[in-house]
């Protein structure tokens, strides 16, 4: 038992730690990509924001692999954990560099993954602000020198990631490009998915209301009820003390 305990509480002090330096890492990932991607950064601009990414990317592995050495189930943490190594090892393809700025979205749901109803709520739409404006910055790459495409600006591309992540799909903004329909994919999931988190997160709140309204309730009924205890008791002795100096002037 003590050897399960100490790794289980070895990794939950790595993820506090680690949590706001690697979201500050993920901040800058975020901060270098967008510049690149906004001003069309070439030569030795561009080698640089690509070894800035690089390395913030082979952090995030690093971070990967001491999780799950410090797992106190290895197996088990691996399977759970899927998404996290799909985010580490896929974007060494470039047309799936777009799963890099997911880790942003990781870091948060590991710190309000057992968080009080507000800060679920804080996540859920931190995350919807990223997926959009992380894939209005991917799909203007992949569409930057695609023929006939409808998306030329980056207003463009944050008009179209808005439509696409609601679900709307106004079709005024389609990507042409297998990257850019790759993209959008990801993006109405996560709407998707942000969407049932939303509607959850609501219901939550609307029960909790009812179930305070209804306590309240049953608490002034039970004051209530108690109080009325209370009178009959009194009236009982008044009754028997009257009884009681009746019997005797008799």
Same mark, same amino acid.
């Given at each position: 038992m003590p050897s399960? /305990? /100490?790794?289980?509480?070895?990794?939950r002090a790595w993820e506090r730690a680690t949590e706001w330096p690697l979201t500050g890492a993920a901040v800058i990932f975020l901060g270098v990509y967008a510049w690149e991607i906004l001003t069309n950064a070439q030569g030795t601009a561009k080698e640089t924001a690509e070894l800035v990414i690089g390395a913030v990317w082979a952090l995030f592995g690093v971070d990967?692999?001491?999780?799950?050495?410090? =797992?106190?189930s290895r197996g088990r943490w691996f399977l759970r954990h899927l998404p996290d190594l799909a985010i580490i090892v896929l974007p060494i393809l470039r047309p799936l560099r777009l799963l890099r700025l997911v880790t942003l979205v990781s870091i948060m749901q590991r710190s309000a993954g057992t968080a009080l109803r507000g800060r679920i709520s804080l996540y859920a739409v931190g995350s919807a602000a990223l997926l959009i404006f992380t894939s209005a910055l991917a799909v203007r790459e992949a569409e930057r020198h695609e023929p006939g495409t409808s998306i030329r600006s980056f207003g463009q591309a944050l008009w179209w990631a808005l439509t696409t992540f609601s679900t709307v799909g106004y079709?005024?903004?389609?990507?042409v490009s297998t990257q850019g329909r790759f993209i959008a994919t990801l993006l109405m999931i996560g709407?998707?998915?942000?969407?049932?988190v939303v509607t959850a997160t609501l219901a939550s709140w609307i029960v909790s209301l009812v179930e305070e309204e209804?306590?309240?309730?049953? =608490? =002034?009924?039970?004051a209530q009820v108690a109080a009325l205890q209370a009178q009959v008791s009194e009236l009982s002795e008044r009754i028997d003390r009257l009884l009681e100096v009746h019997a005797s002037d008799r």
């Open positions: 399960e /305990i /100490i790794p289980g509480t070895r990794l990967y692999l001491v999780r799950l050495v410090l =797992a106190p079709g005024d903004s389609v990507p709407g998707v998915a942000l969407a049932g209804n306590a309240e309730q049953e =608490a =002034a009924t039970q």
